[in-house]
């Protein structure tokens, strides 16, 4: 199965960020993929005001969306991203949605919000409370996270254990000291603890990092973005992923109980 992630700079205006998930559909679509991740909270962004992704929030029929669905229409191509939804007044839920054929085939509530290195994102946003659902795509079960769920290996490894093959990834990786370090590093390793194919997309503005990966279940880089504008392809294999869960069944060994959402 042919996989794309692309990343682009979000700009404060929605209707352009719309129109660039639209072109990157589009091309991932005639490159023959079937799955297309998408960065993280893609409605607008501003460097001179962190809140602006909340302040822009739309509802799950806004404008945004029905342009994204619009196009989703067109081909057989799931593509995956996430948005700020309202959810009271000043306040939002980051919001990941899957759309395949014009319609909205799955979403999830971000669970872990990033309060971490002097960022707060909690002050604005609510939190989720459920797993996600797993989704499939090309004979393959997806499983769902967003942007700082990496950091915490019990939401990858309970997405792995529900029968997750390929587990999707949204960001918006904020720079900082060895901030690049952690990425690839957390990457590969939630691919060994679970012995999934991860597909991360990175937003590439002035305070992200972009760097957009597609890792498969050993921990390898497959294909990998600079800190540019750019769109990457890799092949998944159900096969691949069978065999090397052969020979690691780190599944199959473990000794704890799966985790729990508390």
Known sequence: MRVAAGQFA???????????????????????????????ALLARDDNDPDRSVKSAQSLDGGF???????????????ILTIHVPTSEGRAANTLV??????????????????????????????GSTLPALI????????????????????????????????????AWVRGPL??????????ARALDTTCYFVAA???????????KIIDPLGVTLAGAGS????????????ALQDIRSQLPV???RRFAPPQIM
């Open 10 to 40: 979000v700009t404060p205006d929605w209707e352009t960020n719309a129109q660039t998930c639209v072109t990157l559909m589009q091309e991932a679509a005639a490159n023959a993929a079937a799955l297309l991740v998408l960065p993280e």
């Open 65 to 79: 969306l029905r342009q994204l669905l619009e196009e989703s229409h067109r081909n057989d191509l799931t593509t």
């Open 98 to 127: 899957a759309l395949r054929h014009g319609e909205i085939v799955a979403q999830y509530q971000k669970l872990h919000l990033y309060d971490a290195f002097r960022v707060q994102e909690s002050k604005r946003v609510d939190a």
């Open 136 to 171: 499939d795509i090309g004979g393959m079960k997806v499983g769902l996270m967003s942007c700082y769920d990496l950091r915490f290996p019990e939401l990858a490894l309970a997405l792995a254990l529900n029968g997750a093959e390929i587990i999707v990834l949204p960001t």
């Open 179 to 188: 901030k690049e370090h952690h990425w690839a590093s957390l990457l590969a």
């Open 202 to 212: 990175g937003e590439c503005g002035n305070k992200n990092i972009g760097q957009s």
């Open 228 to 239: 540019s504008p750019q769109m990457i392809y890799a092949e998944l294999s159900k096969e």
């Open 251 to 253: 599944l199959n060994n």
